[in-house]
């Protein structure tokens, strides 16, 4: 009923920059917090960005100052901006929605909750 599909990502040198971007497709009425985590090999998925349906953004310190995070309310999508990589970066991506608003048939609307991205891989060489 509800697909978050990522799109971005890739190979890139230390220092570089790269763009995520996450678009929720099904028939949605409302979209609330956005996040982006990330799983390095052997690691726990780590959280490292999320926005707010107002626009309030939280990031994991690892990322201040080099990462943005973005929403566009009306095209249901979120974006991460990624510069001055670091080796350290490199990882799985995964989008996610904490909730999202869906129409139904028989209830009107509900609610879908924990909704996640397939995962795109950033690789951040020397």
């Known amino acids: 009923q509800v697909q978050l599909v990522e799109s971005g990502g890739g190979l890139v040198q230390a220092g570089g920059s790269l763009r995520l971007s996450c678009a929720a497709t099904?028939?949605?009425?409302?979209?609330?917090?956005w996040g982006w985590y990330r799983q390095a090999p052997g690691k726990q998925r780590e959280l490292v960005a999320t926005?707010?349906?107002?626009?309030?953004?939280n990031y994991a310190d690892s990322v201040k100052g080099r990462f943005a995070i973005s929403r566009n309310n009306n095209k249901r999508t979120a974006s991460l901006e990624m510069n001055s990589l670091k080796p350290e970066d490199t990882a799985v991506y995964y989008c996610?929605?904490?909730?999202?608003?869906?129409?139904?048939?028989?209830?009107?609307?509900?609610?879908?909750?924990?909704?996640w991205g397939q995962g795109t891989q950033v690789t951040v060489s020397p």
């Open positions: 996610n929605v904490d909730w999202i608003l869906v129409r139904d048939q028989s209830m009107g609307a509900k609610q879908i909750f924990d909704s």
């Open positions: 099904g028939s949605i009425l409302n979209v609330n917090t």
């Open positions: 926005i707010t349906i107002d626009g309030i953004t």
